[in-house]
T-cell receptor, first 113, second 114 residues
Framework: DQQVKQNSPSLSVQEGRISILNCDYT??????FLWYKKYPAEGPTFLIS?????DKNEDGRFTVFLNKSAKHLSLHIVPSQPGDSAVYFC????????????FGSGTQLTVLP | ETGVTQTPRHLVMGMTNKKSLKCEQH?????MYWYKQSAKKPLELMFV???????ENNSVPSRFSPECPNSSHLFLHLHTLQPEDSALYLC?????????????FGPGTRLLVL
């Protein structure tokens, strides 16, 4: 029973356009949400996070949106660049057990030049 | 020196071998983690060490034995592994300050058990 789901295993986007990666979770107790990016043969790299007291957090080209009522998280990348091609994982945790990160299965993003 | 390093990067071992994976963090963090990533599956948390004490063990078989001698170093000792243990093993660290923490990952060790 997956608590965190990334339903799109892959996504292709043209360079310069917006990439939207989605993540759904089941437990309303989750209150901290993160996105990681992973290149082949490397470990996941932290990208951006958001706590449940916010619904949006922006860092340069990356914006994370949180819809608590829908238990839905999304990552927007705009404009997309070929170097953004990687696997993106969402991860969630609760303040009560902040060390327990639960990961989604990942979405492979390919940005086409 | 990069934040979290892991050695070796690749390891091939037989089922009767004993080997160890090493992780070192240079970020001044006080919590360290071992994760397993199998093909087509999400990252699975194996162990958590906080202030050098093991605080979590997610039902990991005893053929995996972690060791945390200090807040900067973490080991995973392997013995009598099975072929299904072949996976990418990732180490991570974080700074505990109460509340939400961001974990930072090493590059991983790609393990193949023959």
């Amino acid at each position: 029973d997956q608590q965190v789901k990334q339903n799109s295993p892959s996504l292709s986007v043209q360079e310069g356009r917006i990439s939207i990666l989605n993540c759904d979770y089941t437990n309303s107790m989750f209150d901290y949400f993160l996105w990681y990016k992973k290149y082949p043969a490397e470990g996941p790299t932290f990208l951006i996070s958001i706590s449940s007291i916010k619904d949006k957090n922006e860092d340069g080209r990356f914006t994370v949106f949180l819809n608590k009522s829908a238990k839905h998280l999304s990552l927007h990348i705009v404009p997309s660049q070929p170097g953004d091609s990687a696997v993106y994982f969402c991860a969630v945790s609760t303040s009560g057990s902040a060390r327990q990160l639960t990961f989604g299965s990942g979405t492979q993003l390919t940005v086409l030049p | 020196e990069t934040g979290v390093t892991q050695t070796p990067r690749h390891l091939v071992m037989g089922m009767t071998n004993k080997k160890s994976l090493k992780c070192e963090q240079h970020l001044g963090h006080n919590a360290m983690y071992w994760y397993k990533q199998s093909a087509k599956k999400p990252l699975e948390l194996m162990f958590v060490y906080s202030l050098e004490e093991r605080v979590e063990n997610n039902s990991v078989p005893s053929r995996f034995s972690p060791e945390c001698p200090n807040s900067s170093h973490l080991f995973l000792h392997l013995h009598t592994l099975q072929p299904e243990d072949s996976a990418l093993y990732l180490c991570a660290s974080s700074l505990q300050r109460g509340g939400a923490e961001t974990q930072y990952f090493g590059p991983g060790t790609r393990l193949l058990v023959l």
